[in-house]
Each structure stands twice: as structure tokens, then as C-alpha cells.
């Protein structure tokens, strides 16, 4: 098992960077594919990302391509978001997760098993 808690949150002009982290209980850190996800009020849950067990793959919605940067460091138990070029609809609460599905990147939230409780990024006009 497997404890998420994420930081770095916070409220951002558009077009500034935040970096959220993830950090995570325990020693098999590096057997978990890895993923950020988001939820803005009233709507549903949004893949953001994910990152294989390694760091050798990732994966990307197609609305943070290019602006947003999935990494991990397997000795730190730390998974990274970065964001560059925010944008007001990039607000939401975004959480963490890990998954034990021996694949290299995942999408869909209900193949993660944990889940940090949220960190809210607010991006202001």
C-alpha cells in the first residue's frame, strides 16, 4: 500500500508555471505507474498525465500537451507536474495517483488504486 500526498498548489496569474509535487509512502515506489488528474467544480474527473514505472514513457491529455511536464524521482518517492502557460481553465484540484497495472502509462482513473487528496491550482485572468 501506498500514502499520496501532493504540494505546491496555489493561485497563479495565466500564462505563469507552478510545480506540484507528489510525494509517497513506503519503498516500492518505483513499482507504480504513476498519474495526475484534475477536477474542476462540476465536472468530472480529467486524466493530465501519466508516467511509467521507470520515467521512460509518459503520457499526456491532449488540452496540457506541450505546456505541462510529467517526471519522477524514484529515489525521493516524488512525482513531479510541471506547468508552464497556464491558462484560467487549468483550475481545478489536482490530485495524484498510483497504479499496480504492469503497464508503461495509464489513462483511464479507474485503473489507479491511490489517490492523494488534492491540491487546489487557481489561475487567475
Known amino acids: 500500500q501506498v500514502q499520496l500526498e501532493e504540494s505546491g498548489g496555489g493561485l497563479v496569474q495565466a500564462g505563469g508555471s507552478l510545480r506540484l509535487s507528489c510525494a509517497a509512502s513506503?519503498?516500492?515506489?518505483?513499482?507504480?505507474?504513476m498519474g495526475w488528474f484534475r477536477q474542476a467544480p462540476g465536472k468530472e474527473r480529467e486524466f493530465v498525465a501519466s508516467?511509467?514505472?521507470?520515467?521512460?514513457?509518459?503520457l499526456y491529455a491532449d488540452s496540457v500537451k506541450g505546456r505541462f511536464t510529467i517526471s519522477r524521482d524514484n529515489a525521493k518517492n516524488t512525482v513531479y507536474l510541471q506547468m508552464n502557460s497556464l491558462k484560467p481553465e487549468d483550475t481545478a484540484v489536482y490530485s495524484c495517483?498510483?497504479?499496480?497495472?504492469?503497464?508503461?502509462?495509464?489513462?483511464?482513473?479507474?485503473?489507479?488504486?491511490?489517490w492523494g487528496q488534492g491540491t487546489q491550482v487557481t489561475v487567475s485572468s
Open positions: 508516467i511509467s514505472r521507470s520515467g521512460g514513457n509518459t
Open positions: 513506503g519503498r516500492t515506489f518505483g513499482t507504480y505507474t
Open positions: 495517483a498510483a497504479s499496480t497495472v504492469q503497464t508503461v502509462v495509464l489513462r483511464p482513473p479507474a485503473l489507479y488504486d491511490y
